[in-house]
């Protein structure tokens, strides 16, 4: 067993929203999420997402968090005390973390290399969308540039989780979160001033919904659900740190409004350039690579502006990569028995080792496949669409049927302090709501529902 009587707790309630929030928010906001709402219609995507947001993601949210500060323990060691039979979900929300970094924290290089290039200038040199493409291409394929730069997004991480709990990750987040809502902000503002940038305003925030279909509802659930970091032990090993005194309720309120408030503001950074920039709302996950750099290219100021997004890419990026890595890093620590210093090391090794060849499996190596896809690409699949939903539907059996209904009663009102009338909505989202919904993207991601 692990003696948990010494466990770190974050300073306050404004500790635990920012670091929740910080496990929360990253790529999937400000990379996909325009993206996939730029397919899906714009605007009724975004109210459906938000629906999805609140009655997949808020439940599960506080699911999570009422595991983690139960047990005070990693996601192997909260199933295991909750019921020892479902433990093997708690080696999911492991495997599913460091499989993520595997690929992310590559992902997460790319956004560092380009902010070096945004603040040399040498992104704003080539004009054309086939110029970024081909700049893209060279970078991705080269044998060792993506590798140093995936190195070096995981020693930031490293240096982070290796100060602990309260010197590492909170005080990280207190500075990292607000810093991304501001460049957000300016970024917002900036875009918002293009000339035609009204037009990607009406289309983000005014809904069309006779452009709903059932694949646009699917894709909504899909990405609240991957938006908000659930299914994967992020929020079982933050609230493990939680005090006695946190509000789950209002902390995973608050956790969802901020993410929803960054995808929003990444929603108006993008469509407005793009719209001023006559470019299709539809163009795909190549929007933030090959798309936007050819729109900084030309604006005034140009270098400054791309500078500005892709660094608030890399902060993005790295509070996800401080959150997925710390919950490897925890697991090793507890399970293992090791110091916190040997877990993290060994942690950022494998990491960058996995990382090397999911980088590599894009250029030099990537005719090596599984299934048919490269190494990048199969760690994404596979974890996207298979292990993220599998463990966010377990979470929602798990709190809503499995364990003892005092549980989640005690954690909802702090063991009887706080009064909660939304204890038997959540508790019903839980059994009902989310497992039916996270089935059917389940489902869908595994192809089976290509007719719709």
Known sequence: MVDNSKRATFGGKLSAVLVSAGGAVGLGNIWRFPYVAGENGGGAFLVLYIVCAILIGLPIMLGEFSIGRQTKSNPVGAFRSLNKSWRYFGYNCIVTSFLILGFYSVVSGWTIEYTVHSVTGEITRHASAGEHAAFFSSFIENPWKPVVYTSIAMLLTHTVIALGVRKGIERCSKILMPVLLLMLAVLAVRSLTMPGGAEGVKFFLMPDFSKVTARTLLDAMGQAFFSLSIGLGTMVTYASYFNEKTNLRTTAVNVTVIDTLVAVLAGLVIFPAV??????????????????????????????????????????????????????????????????????????????????????????????????????????????????????????????????????????????????????????????????????????????????
């Open 275 to 452: 719209f001023s920039a006559g470019i299709e709302p539809s163009a795909g996950s190549s929007l933030v690579f090959i798309t936007l750099p050819g729109i900084f290219a030309s604006m005034p100021l140009g270098m400054v502006w791309s500078s500005l997004f892709f660094l608030l890419l890399t902060v993005a990026a790295l509070t996800s990569v401080i959150s997925l890595h710390e919950v490897v890093t925890v697991y090793i620590a507890e399970e293992w028995h090791m110091s916190r210093k040997a877990a993290t090391r060994l942690a950022t090794l494998s990491v960058i080792a996995v990382g090397s060849l999911a980088s590599l499996s894009l250029g030099v190596m990537k005719h090596w496949t599984i299934f048919g896809k490269t190494i990048f690409d199969a760690l994404d699949y596979v974890t996207a669409n298979i292990m993220l939903p599998l463990g966010g539907l377990m979470t929602a059996i798990f709190v809503g049927v499995v364990i003892d209904r005092r549980v989640l009663h005690d954690q909802l009102t702090n063991f009887g302090k706080l009064q909660c009338h939304q204890e038997r909505t959540v508790r019903f989202l839980l059994r009902y709501v989310c497992p039916i919904m996270l089935a059917l993207i389940f489902i869908d991601n595994l192809g089976l529902l290509k007719w719709i």
